[in-house]
C-alpha cells in the first residue's frame, strides 16, 4: 500500500498575512541586529501578533504583539514564519 503523503502546512511568511487575523509565530530567519531588535519587541516564537493594519502604501504593518502595536516593514517580516491560528 504505497501511497502518496501530501502535509498540508498552515506556515507562512508574515508579509503575507491578512488583516484583523491572529498568528502563531513560529521562527525568525535572520541573524545580528534585526533578528536582536525584532525580539527586543517581542517577536519571539511561540508567541501569538496579529495583523492590525497596513499602511496605505503597504509598509509598514501594524502588528498587536504582547498588548503592544508595533509597525513592522515588509522588508523584516519575510523574515517571520507563521502559523495561521
Known amino acids: 500500500m504505497g501511497g502518496v503523503f501530501i502535509l498540508k502546512t498552515s506556515f507562512l511568511p508574515l508579509s ?9 509565530i513560529i521562527s525568525i530567519n535572520c541573524k545580528g541586529q534585526i533578528k536582536r531588535r525584532l525580539l527586543d519587541l517581542g517577536i519571539i516564537p511561540g508567541t501569538f501578533i496579529k ?3 497596513c499602511s496605505p502604501l503597504g509598509d509598514p504593518t501594524a502588528f ?11 522588508e523584516d517580516t519575510k523574515k517571520i514564519v507563521v502559523e495561521s491560528v
Open 16 to 24: 503575507k498575512s491578512k488583516p484583523n487575523k491572529s498568528y502563531k
Open 51 to 53: 495583523n492590525i493594519q
Open 64 to 74: 498587536l504583539v504582547r498588548g503592544a502595536i508595533i509597525a513592522i516593514r515588509k
